[in-house]
């Protein structure tokens, strides 16, 4: 493809700014693993699938009882619907909250990346080479 004068001239501005660019990266599973907010949400999930396992073990009591088959089959249903809406509603708000905290996260990254002048912040994943590696700052900084 053969570029005209006024596209040569806009791709070498636009290759100007990017090289004056100021660009960090992060290491963002370190970031959210160090992450008060995810450590306290992981807990919080945790506790929860220990009830559902405790309300399971209690279930499994109730389905030995009845000598009737059909009774027996009857719970096995009743309890495995519960079983599924409860598994649901944890996961369900689990998913929610953790977006929230991805969120908070991310809107913290931006705000520490703009106070320390940074035009872009890259994933360390997608880097192979160049740039500030400031992990170790939004770490101290993030919630």
Known sequence: MVMGKKEQ???VAENNRCSRSKIAMIDVDKVVAK???VKKLKAEHDKKNKELEGWLKNVKKQIEKP???????KLIRRYDK???LKKEEISKEFKEKLKTVNE???S???AIALKNNY???LSKAVVVFGCDDITELIEKQIK
């Open 82 to 84: 519960e079983f599924t």
């Open 104 to 106: 908070e996260v991310t």
């Open 119 to 121: 035009d872009i912040v």
């Open 35 to 37: 992450s008060s907010s």
């Open 9 to 11: 001239t806009e791709n």
């Open 108 to 110: 913290q990254i931006s």
């Open 67 to 73: 000598d009737s088959r059909d009774v027996r089959d």
